[in-house]
């Protein structure tokens, strides 16, 4: 078991570009976040599935913003016509049936 | 409306002292709190958690004490290495439910040799 790998693990894009990112959860944990993380704060939570179904979106994910996890395994977080405001880590987590939350390395986005 | 406050934002300790990070929360559903530890450019790292049965848990260095009627739990770091420098999260959240963790700000703790 390697853990939660994210790739890519930076992205430079210019503002207006579309970006997608994928996480490859730990093999067999059904439970997968994704949250997002600016300079000098938290972790804040975007949307957690469990197996392929999406239960939650916080408000932070704006219609710009889609995540899928389509065979209950790796998930992608899009995010469209990305804005200056979208630069920080998205980070991703997952867990078993427990509450605890394994981290990925994170991907850090800048928009230009 | 930060549901987990935490205190100090940084902290500079000399190798071999203890370490004190606060944290309060406010959510009385809250059942689940975890530690996380940071280094640049790296995911958070599980350290250490806690449920509010007991009030206190060790591991190695690493100690939590938590009050669940002052809604308040702290870590302890004994004997503070270099290698223990990084930013320190404490975090919440409710166990059987959604699970998604409530971070608190961060304390950036620095070790000196």
């Known amino acids: 078991d390697t853990g939660v790998s994210q790739d890519p693990r930076h992205k430079i894009t210019k503002r207006g570009q579309n970006v997608t990112f994928r996480c490859d959860p730990i093999s067999e944990h059904n439970r997968l976040y994704w949250y997002r993380q600016t300079l000098g704060q938290g972790p804040e939570f975007l949307t957690y599935f469990q197996n392929e179904a999406q239960l939650e979106k916080s408000r932070l994910l704006s219609d710009r913003f889609s995540a899928e996890r389509p065979k209950g395994s790796f998930s992608t977080l899009e995010i469209q016509r990305t804005e200056q405001g979208d630069s920080a880590m998205y980070l991703c987590?997952?867990?078993?049936?427990?509450?605890?939350?394994?981290f990925g390395p994170g991907t850090r986005l800048t928009v230009t | 409306q930060q549901q987990v406050k935490q205190s100090p934002q940084s902290l500079i300790v000399q190798k071999g002292g203890i370490s004190i990070i606060n944290c309060a929360y406010e959510n009385t559903a809250f059942d689940y709190f975890p530690w996380y530890q940071q280094f640049p450019g790296k995911g958070p790292a599980l350290l250490i958690a806690?449920?509010?049965?007991?009030s206190e848990k060790k591991e190695g260095r690493f100690t939590i004490s938590f009050n669940k009627s002052a809604k308040q739990f702290s870590l302890h770091i004994m004997d503070s290495q270099p290698g223990d420098s990084a930013t320190y999260f404490c975090?919440?959240?409710?166990?059987?439910?959604?699970?998604?963790?409530?971070f608190g700000k961060g304390t950036r703790l620095h070790i000196l040799p």
């Open positions: 987590a997952s867990s078993s049936d427990s509450s605890e939350q394994y």
């Open positions: 975090a919440a959240s409710t166990e059987n439910r959604d699970d998604k963790i409530i």
């Open positions: 806690i449920r509010p049965d007991v």
